[in-house]
């Protein structure tokens, strides 16, 4: 019944189980980073999560309530912290971003939690939990939750009981070994998982809003946007988990661009070349569509109007669209249509659209012998 209890809304868990939680209250900020980057831990400045981007909360939900066992220790011969679960099975600890520095975590452009670390030890009653998980949701609350064991990694099944918190899809993995730096990248309706830079697993994104808490006075993490949590979450696992490194990056996904804005070719040129281009390269396939659009250039006339989708595999950042320029003889002014990208997926607009001009190449010759004998043709 207890299965699940969270490390959020610390302020009015601590009203309800103050003496059952250890909170830090004191939040530290940690240096500069990079503009979309906010690190949350690193280890390597020494202290545990909770003294820098993290809160920290342990409680045994069990009735009567002892205190937690679960200890968190900065080790700085490792530069890491070790979050120890093991002394009792029913304790939950972990770290939950603290919700005021908590950046909108928008699925549509895209955000990844950077974190590095070990799982020492892990042990579990129940296949449906593990020892440690990370737990992150979107604005609008879909999100994934990835358990990790000794030798796997798995998704966490959402929706409604009794599928609800069921084991999902995994891969197996040595978590054990060393200290391993993940990436977990949601985008859209995706997540996809990289350990050491290689991707291990992907799936959908899960809505885990069905759970409800074992009584009203707990808050409800799964109902909470922009949720960064890294845990043991549960009363059927444990597990000792080192933890190095912490960052959270948004707006992840690449910008999708057509190139040049303006071109000009004579009508002669047989194709008009323009690129569309990732301002990135993504782990997913990204996709756009495309038409030209008429202008002063009449489509059929000027030039063959085209249109269709483009597609990126992860890796390649761009692509080539070639529109047919159709020539004539015609002595005529220059003429202009428009190439439009719209609709992209895993990545966002941004130079949508590019004019392409066309020049003329004919003029009338005019014979002056031609003004004078052609009267002495047509006439009799
Ligand atoms: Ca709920
Ligand atoms: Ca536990
Ligand atoms: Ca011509
Ligand atoms: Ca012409």
Do not use: C
């Amino acid at each position: 019944m207890l299965r699940k209890l969270f490390l959020i809304g610390t302020a009015v868990i601590t009203a309800v189980l103050a003496t059952h939680l250890l909170l830090n209250t004191l939040q530290t900020a940690v240096a500069a980073a990079p503009t979309n980057t906010l690190v949350l831990y690193d280890g390597a400045l020494g202290g545990t999560p909770d003294t820098q981007n993290f809160e920290y909360a342990a409680v045994n939900p069990v009735f009567p309530f002892p205190p937690a066992q679960a200890t968190q220790t900065y080790s700085p011969a490792l530069g890491l912290t070790i979050l120890d679960t093991t002394p009792e099975i029913s304790d939950l600890a972990g770290y939950a971003i603290t919700p005021t520095l908590a950046p909108t975590l928008s699925r549509q452009a895209g955000f990844r939690l950077d974190f590095s670390v070990r799982i020492n030890s892990e042990t579990h009653n129940n296949n449906n939990r593990a020892g440690f998980s990370i737990t992150m949701l979107a604005e609008d609350l879909l999100g994934i939750e990835i358990a990790f064991w000794e030798n796997e990694i798995w998704a966490q099944e959402g929706g409604n009981p009794p599928t609800l918190f069921t084991h999902a899809e995994g891969v197996v993995y040595d978590t054990t070994t060393d200290i391993v730096d993940y990436e977990l990248e949601i985008v859209e309706s995706s997540y996809r998982l990289s350990a050491n830079g290689v991707p291990v697993l992907s799936g959908p994104l899960r809505d885990y809003t069905a759970w409800e808490p074992p009584f009203p006075f707990i808050p409800d993490p799964y109902e909470q946007p922009n949720l960064i949590a890294l845990s043991d979450n549960t009363s059927s696992a444990q597990g000792e988990i080192w933890i190095a490194y912490a960052a959270i990056t948004t707006d992840t996904t690449p910008l999708v661009n057509v190139q040049p804005v303006s071109l000009t070719v004579s009508e002669t040129v047989g194709t008009a070349v323009l690129d569309v281009q990732l301002s990135h390269t993504s782990t997913f396939t990204v996709t756009v569509g495309y038409e030209t659009v008429a202008g002063t250039a009449v489509p059929g006339t000027d030039y063959t109007p085209i249109s269709g989708t483009l597609t990126f595999t992860p890796g390649v950042i761009s692509q080539s669209v070639a529109i047919p320029i159709l020539d004539n003889t015609l002595d005529e002014p220059d003429r202009e249509f428009t190439l439009t990208i719209a609709d992209p997926t895993f990545a966002r607009l941004g130079q949508s659209s590019a004019i392409i001009t066309i020049q003329d190449d004919d003029e009338i010759i005019v014979d002056p012998l031609m003004e004078i004998y052609l009267p002495l043709v047509v006439r009799p």
